[in-house]
């Protein structure tokens, strides 16, 4: 078990949670508060759950290739399916269902601006990333363009690596990387930028563990220069220093920086941010990262009707939003990790 990875989850869909919630109560005329880069890094957390990713799957398709001589791919698709399914098809019928039915019921107006049945379609074939694009499907639909894209990825490399041989790993992962970064940095399809085909950081982080797995990359580190990428990954976080940059650049140096940042906590890490509270947290962030948005409607819904008959200071507002949003979220994530994931989570153990 890799040390401070959970943890790690959980500590990246709080940034996630952090960047949506004052976006959320402005957009209402809600007070809200977000003074700080902090506030601001929901997108790149985005990204480094990215690069985790393929780090994580593509070094146990790798091991498995060592282990076993080939990668069986109907496990793990069936893997994949059994753990991102179930909750990305409960988020989009209830997405819709909220967008296109409640609010009216309710007697909120809200305008779709696209065909129900093509927006349907680009969902269910996890293509969301296009869907979120194409129109504004609103905040509860629009949380699901990582995981089409997540699940895009899946479907086009581990087709690919079934026929490669295990010292070829590395070379295709780098090519890939290359060349796919190449081309979306371009411009020669636009469309690449435009819909956030971001490839580049699952393969990277696969490239990544790889290396490590070949070469001991990780431990290879200087405890010392594991301290400086950490310093380095939290003044990105902290602080504005990658404000104004060029938006290729950006996405490179994201790209390298959070490689070697999983590396870092991965094998013999300089801090150990796991705990048995943050450890579970980590396990249901998959939950909380999905549920936040819709917690968000129904905290603001609520909070609409409060600041409507009774006048609250700013503060208050802020700390309830706040309280609200992340509480409800971790209770709705709990139960739903106990009571709607785990059985397929059980299920799923029986395809490793």
Do not use: C, Q, W
């Given at each position: 078990?890799?040390?401070?990875?959970?943890?790690?989850?959980?500590?990246?869909?709080?940034?996630?949670?952090?960047?949506?919630?004052?976006?959320?109560?402005?957009?209402?005329?809600?007070?809200?508060?977000?003074?700080?880069?902090?506030?601001?890094?929901?997108?790149?957390?985005?990204?480094?759950?990215?690069?985790?990713?393929?780090?994580?799957?593509?070094?146990?398709?790798?091991?498995?290739?060592?282990?076993?001589?080939?990668?069986?791919?109907?496990?793990?698709?069936?893997?994949?399916?059994?753990?991102?399914?179930?909750?990305?098809?409960?988020?989009?019928?209830?997405?819709?269902?909220?967008?296109?039915?409640?609010?009216?019921?309710?007697?909120?107006?809200?305008?779709?601006?696209?065909?129900?049945?093509?927006?349907?379609?680009?969902?269910?074939?996890?293509?969301?990333?296009?869907?979120?694009?194409?129109?504004?499907?609103g905040g509860v639909l629009e949380i699901l363009w990582s995981i089409g894209l997540e699940e895009q990825f899946y479907l086009l490399t581990p087709p690919i690596l079934l026929f490669l041989r295990k010292q070829f790993f590395i070379k295709f992962l780098l090519f890939f990387t290359i060349v796919y970064f190449a081309l979306f940095a371009s411009d020669i399809f636009p469309f690449l930028k435009r819909f956030d085909f971001l490839f580049f950081y699952f393969s990277a982080g696969g490239l990544f563990a790889i290396l490590h797995e070949r070469y001991n990359l990780g431990n290879a580190i200087h405890k010392y220069l594991k301290i400086g990428i950490l310093a380095l990954f939290i003044l990105y976080f902290c602080t504005d220093i990658i404000k104004g940059i060029n938006i290729n650049l950006y996405h490179f140096i994201s790209m390298v920086l959070f490689s070697f940042v999983i590396l870092t906590l991965s094998y013999k890490p300089v801090i150990t941010i796991r705990n048995a509270s943050l450890n579970y947290l980590g396990k249901i962030s998959y939950g909380i990262y999905m549920y936040h948005p819709l917690v968000m409607q129904l905290v603001g819904l609520l909070l609409l009707k409060l600041v409507a008959k009774i006048d609250m200071p700013a503060i208050v507002i802020v700390l309830l939003s706040y309280g609200l949003v992340f509480g409800v979220t971790l209770i709705v994530s709990h139960f739903s990790y106990v009571y709607f994931e785990k059985p397929f989570l059980k299920l799923k153990n029986k395809f490793r």
């Open positions: 078990m890799l040390p401070n990875l959970n943890p790690l989850r959980f500590l990246l869909a709080l940034l996630v949670m952090v960047f949506h919630i004052p976006e959320f109560f402005r957009n209402r005329e809600l007070p809200y508060f977000n003074d700080g880069a902090i506030f601001h890094r929901g997108l790149e957390a985005v990204y480094v759950f990215f690069v985790l990713s393929g780090f994580l799957i593509i070094r146990l398709l790798y091991k498995e290739v060592v282990n076993k001589g080939k990668i069986d791919i109907k496990n793990f698709y069936m893997r994949r399916i059994l753990r991102i399914y179930p909750l990305y098809f409960v988020i989009m019928i209830t997405g819709f269902l909220y967008y296109n039915v409640v609010l009216d019921l309710v007697g909120i107006p809200y305008e779709n601006d696209y065909n129900i049945v093509n927006a349907i379609l680009l969902f269910t074939f996890f293509m969301p990333n296009v869907g979120t694009v194409l129109y504004h499907p």
